[in-house]
């Protein structure tokens, strides 16, 4: 993929409310792209957005992907695949991060596939590189004994972060982002 830029979340619901997770999610993304100087975005897969797009963006988003589909109402992977799928193929973002969550485990590994990239998985912390703008992950090995770091190479560089692992940011009403549907 070429001119990437951003980080993209891919962000869950429960209930029509951003999970915990996903602004948990939302907290490592601010990290990574205010690292990188870049924007930070959230794709939201649904029936109707409803209010989550303001949400997402009270939570550090910069940009909120509103993906709306009545077939997006459920969880069905391929669907989804095929809508983040084709998100990441137009806006071509840098880094896409998951929630460990059962969605993340079984959308990464495919979403990495279909992108013709790497993923590193099960991450408790990802942060960049600044000289060379690589995201470098730390997951745990050998159960949980040892840590290792690991480099992503490739475009977009993908990781499945571990929820519980970033507290969420402050709720700020007064941030201003874009949505695009």
Known sequence: MADTQGVLIVGETTEGQL???????LAHGRK???ALGEPLAVALLGEDPGGLPREAIAFGADKVYSVTDPVLKEF????Y??????????????????A?????????PRLAFRLDTGLAQDCLEVRVDAGEKRLIGSRPVYGGN?????????????A???????????????????VVR
Request: with cysteine.
């Open 76 to 79: 069905q992977i391929d669907a």
């Open 146 to 158: 040892c840590m290792a770091t690991v480099a992503c190479f490739g475009e977009p560089m993908m």
């Open 160 to 178: 499945v972060i571990r929820p519980k692992t970033m507290e969420p940011l402050a709720r700020d009403d007064t941030r201003q982002g874009e």
């Open 32 to 34: 990574v792209a205010d």
């Open 81 to 98: 695949l095929a809508a983040l799928t084709k998100l990441c193929q137009e806006y071509s973002p840098r880094i896409v991060l998951l």
């Open 19 to 25: 999970n915990l997770t996903t602004r948990e999610m």
């Open 100 to 108: 460990r969550t059962a969605t993340g485990r079984e959308l990464g």
